[in-house]
């Protein structure tokens, strides 16, 4: 026995022990990252430092441990030119990301390797990447990364001459980039995708949309603390539809503006000033300005900065639109000499869409064969671009598909989590259910009582209007009986005694006259009084006022209780004796419901309750200047269900006027048979 408790001891202290190992080693390696990302550390330290964290994580085997510290490794191996062991290191963590079915670690693999793919312009491979980061960020709803990656995306797809694609894609990301918080990197990347959907606007031939988004960008600039440099950029594109537009003086006026702003950005972009240079002569040789001499001037100085500078692809540009002027002047050999500069730029930049240009010059400027071959060769590289494009068309359209099958799967494994959470949760579902039935249960018991106690006080009520009945009754009954007494004893024993002194009427002596007289006076007055008696018994004055003292009652009692001031306004004309008992009781409980709705929901302070007789309908109104609700939505309440139901059984009409925060009204009409 001691010998498996000193065992069970020993595994104790040996688990403690390890955890406690394995907390110090997680601790250095978080240590380690942080001093793999300090700035102040040389980059080969930095490098080492990330590469420990790394084996440690591996040494621990915690893998959301080694996630992170292969992250921060691959970033450095970036930053210093390791390419290779960068994509080695990014494909690694995606398989990683994966096994940990980490969302957000996954889409961050896929974007990493896409940039890298963007940067060296190998467009298949970082579309491909591109779309499955897109899919795990759409999980995950980081919505900057997903505008970004859309924007990347559209670059893309212009770059590849999917011209409807970019700019859709754009659009999707300019949407998303407008919902966020504005900051200056929001403001960049918006600049970004107005500018791109002006050049995109620009190529589909839609010049008025290219200018609103250019002046959108530049508008944006505006609010940027350094968006100097992308206004005049935006400047520059908007001369240039202008002139795509044949508006010279326009463009020319915005030339002329970036001309004279020259050192404000010269120092941060000299290759700007001899582009704008050459924009600015080629648009007035196009516009038909005569001066050639000028336009001339203008085109070498722009050809002799971008030369300088080392910059071909401006010189590029510069070349072949000198070689035009020449050309339209019929300067043979100085055109032939910048085209065959242009076509040598163009060659070695790969710039293709120029070197159309330049072999369509060129086709003009040689003649013969030599002039054919160049013809040939424009056909021939304008085809290959439009197979080139069609085919990336398809490509994307393919990678789509790829990444949408993915995106399929995802939903599998999701709904797969879905199932094992709601099996997980499915015993705590049955107890919770049982609780509900058990407290229902309670609930109905509860009700019930409250059901048969409201019957036993109908019963009661009943009894007393039926009481009430019967002691009226008797009441009249008595009445009819005093009266009849009066008139047929009383008054006719009066009568014969005043008809017995009538007769001594005739007697001698003025005094027994004048007696007589007067006692034949006197017993006429008594037989009036009597009669009076007898008829103001026989009628009923006290006639139906019993129920609305009864509801009078309820309603001062309620509206007491509730802390509600009342008014109530009846209408004689209502014989209530007329009524039926199940109709009174009926109304005396709609009354009673209805306040105590009232107190329950409607927070009132006043509440006015009147009867009236209109057509021969008795028209119940209950008035409150609540909170009122929603009479559309609100009807299957309990509260309102019983006021249909008793209004029906008296073949009433109800209907319920009210509004949110201008109070109720509820109008019952019901038949008065008298």
């Known amino acids: 026995m001691n010998k498996i408790l000193t065992l069970i001891l020993f595994c104790i202290i040996s688990l403690s022990f390890q955890a406690q190992t394995k907390e110090s080693k997680l601790k250095e390696v978080i240590s380690l990252r942080k001093k793999s990302k300090n700035q102040k550390n040389s980059l080969n330290e930095r490098l080492q430092y990330a590469i420990e964290s790394v084996e440690i994580a591996k040494n621990i085997k915690q893998d959301s441990s080694i996630l992170l510290s292969n992250r921060q490794l691959s970033v450095l191996f970036y930053e210093n030119g390791q390419y290779e062991d960068y994509l080695n290191l990014t494909r690694s963590n995606i398989l990683l990301a994966d096994k940990l079915n980490d969302s957000m670690a996954i889409a961050l693999a896929n974007d990493n390797l896409a940039r890298y793919y963007h940067s060296v312009q190998e467009n298949d491979s970082a579309y491909f990447y591109y779309s499955k980061a897109l899919n795990f960020y759409n999980l995950t709803n980081e919505l900057e990364q997903k505008a970004t990656i859309l924007l990347n995306i559209a670059d893309i797809q212009d770059t590849e001459k999917d011209y409807i694609g970019s700019e859709e894609n754009a659009i999707k990301s300019l949407r998303v980039f407008e919902t966020l918080p504005k900051t200056e990197d929001i403001y960049e990347s918006l600049w970004i995708l107005n500018n791109l959907l002006g050049i995109i606007s620009l190529k589909l031939g839609d010049y008025e949309k290219s200018l609103e988004y250019h002046y959108k960008a530049e508008s944006i600039a505006d609010d940027m603390r350094e968006g100097f440099y992308n206004k005049i950029f935006s400047i520059n594109n908007r001369a240039f539809v202008y002139r795509e537009q044949n508006q010279y003086e326009k463009s020319l006026e915005l030339y002329d503006e970036l001309r004279s702003i020259k050192n404000e950005y010269n120092e941060y972009d000299p290759t700007f000033y001899p582009l704008v240079l050459d924009n600015y002569a080629y648009t007035k040789f196009v516009a038909g300005d005569k001066d050639y001499n000028t336009i001339e001037k203008l085109f070498k100085e722009a050809y002799s900065i971008s030369a300088r500078l080392g910059d071909p692809i401006t010189k590029l540009q510069v070349s072949i639109d000198i070689s035009k002027f020449y050309l339209q002047q019929k300067k043979i050999d100085s055109s032939l000499k910048y085209a065959n500069i242009s076509y040598k730029l163009a060659k070695e930049t790969s710039s293709n869409e120029i070197l159309l240009d330049v072999l369509e010059v060129l086709s003009e400027l040689k003649e013969g064969e030599e002039g054919k071959d160049y013809l040939k060769e424009h056909i021939k590289l304008s085809d290959s671009l439009l197979n080139l494009e069609r085919n990336k068309r398809n490509k994307f359209a393919r990678i789509e598909f790829e990444t949408d099958k993915i995106e399929e799967e995802n939903e599998k494994i999701t709904e797969q989590r879905l199932w094992l959470i709601i099996t997980s949760i499915g015993l705590l579902f049955t107890i919770f259910l049982l609780y509900i039935i058990v407290t229902q249960r309670a609930k109905n018991k509860e009700l019930k009582f409250e059901k048969d106690q409201q019957k036993a006080n109908e019963e009661i009520y009943n009894l007393m209007l039926s009481q009430q009945d019967k002691v009226d009754e008797a009441r009249a009954n008595e009445k009819i009986r005093i009266s009849e007494e009066l ?36 017993l006429k007055i008594i037989e009036d009084d009597i009669r009076k008696i007898s008829h103001d018994l026989n009628t009923d004055f006290v006639s139906g006022s019993g129920f609305m003292g009864i509801v009078s009652e309820l309603i001062e009692k309620q509206t007491e209780a509730y802390q509600l001031q009342s008014s109530f306004v009846y209408t004689d004309d209502i014989n209530w004796e007329m009524v039926t008992n199940k109709a009174k009781i009926n109304i005396y409980r709609i009354i009673q419901e209805s306040l105590q709705n009232i107190y329950k929901h409607a927070n009132a302070k006043l509440v006015k309750i009147s009867f009236q007789l209109k057509n021969n309908v008795i028209c119940l109104s209950i008035i409150d200047d609540g909170d009122g609700f929603d009479a559309n939505k609100s009807k299957k309440g309990i509260g309102l269900k019983n006021i249909n139901s008793r209004v029906e059984e008296v073949g009433g009409n109800v209907r319920f006027n009210s509004k949110i925060n201008q109070g109720t009204e509820v109008e019952i009409m019901m038949p008065y048979k008298n």
Request: net charge neutral; charged share 30%; aromatic share 12%.
């Open 487 to 522: 008139h047929d004893g009383i008054l006719g024993r009066l009568f014969g005694t005043r008809l017995s002194l009538d007769s001594f009427n005739f007697s001698e002596g003025k005094e027994a006259i004048h007696k007589r007289a007067s006692y034949i006076s006197e």
